[in-house]
C-alpha cells in the first residue's frame, strides 16, 4: 500500500524552513520570491527516503541510513527548491541521498544544540571579560604559562583539526594571564563568581561529551554557545575564552 503524502501545518512548514535558514541547502537560492511587495513560496518539501521508492529505489537504498522509520517525520523532510527538488528525485542516486541525509543531520544536530543553549546558563558577568579582551588589553607575550604545546597536544585527539589546535594553543599563549586576571577582578567584585563560571562551561563540557561528538564539535558549539551568552564583536574573544577553559582542564 502506498503511504499518503500528508500536509503539514503552517508551524511545521515554518520551523522545516527555518532550519535550512531560508535558502535551498543544495543551491543555497532563496525559497521565497517577492511580487509587488510580497514574499511567496517558492519551494518544495522534500522526502529524503522517498515517500513511495520503486523496486529500484528500494534496492538502491536498502544498505543506506534513515533518520526515520516514518518517510513522513520531520526528520525525513527538508526544503528544496523546485530544481533542485526535481533533479534530487530523479535520477535518485546514493551519492546524492548521502549528502543530502548528511545534511539534514547537521541541521538536526544544530537544532538541538540551539535547545541546549537555552539550558545551560553562564554567569551573564562574564562579558565583562569580553569587555575587556576587546579594550586593547596589556597582554605580556613574553609571560611564561605552566603550558607546552605537548601539554595541548595531549588534550586534543585526531578529530580536532590542525588549524583549530593552532589556534589554541596561540590563544592560551597570548591571552591566558590576561583572562585568568580579568576572571580574578571578576572574583573581587562578586565573590568568587570565576569558580561559578568555571562550573558552568564544565557542565556544558559534560553535556556536549555525553552527545558523541567529535572534539571539533565540542569546541565550535562551546564559541557558539560563548557567542549566544555574551553577544560579542566577533568570534574571536569567545575563542579566545574557550582556548582559556582547554588549557583550564574545563574542556577536554
Known sequence: MNNK??????AQQT???????????????SLYYKKKGRSYKDYELAHIYPLNPTLEEIKLLKDEERLSDD?????????LCKTCHGRFDTPRTSEEYRH?????????????????????????????VITALYGNPDVDLNAEIDF???????KLDSTI???????????VRDYYF???????????????????????VK?????????????????????????????????EATEILASFYVQNCEVF
Open 100 to 128: 543530502l541525509l548528511a545534511i539534514k543531520k547537521r541541521l538536526i544536530a544544530q537544532t538541538n544544540q540551539e535547545q541546549i543553549w537555552k539550558e545551560y546558563k553562564i554567569e551573564e558577568q562574564i562579558s565583562e
Open 161 to 171: 583539526t590542525n588549524l583549530t589546535k593552532r589556534k589554541i594553543k596561540n590563544n
Open 5 to 10: 503524502r500528508i500536509n503539514y501545518s503552517a
Open 71 to 79: 518517510v513522513n517525520d520531520e526528520k525525513n523532510i527538508i526544503p
Open 15 to 29: 520551523a522545516l524552513v527555518t532550519q535550512v535558514s531560508r535558502v535551498c541547502p543544495l543551491c543555497v537560492e
Open 203 to 235: 557542565a556544558y563540557y559534560i553535556k556536549q561529551k555525553s552527545l558523541g561528538i567529535t572534539q571539533q564539535d565540542i569546541y565550535e558549539n562551546i564559541v557558539a554557545w560563548l557567542n549566544v551568552k555574551t553577544k560579542p564583536k566577533s568570534t
Open 148 to 154: 607546552t604545546p605537548k601539554t595541548i597536544d595531549e
Open 178 to 200: 590576561f583572562v585568568k586576571q580579568s576572571l580574578s577582578a571578576l572574583d573581587q567584585k562578586y565573590d568568587d563568581l570565576s569558580e561559578a563560571i568555571s562550573c558552568q
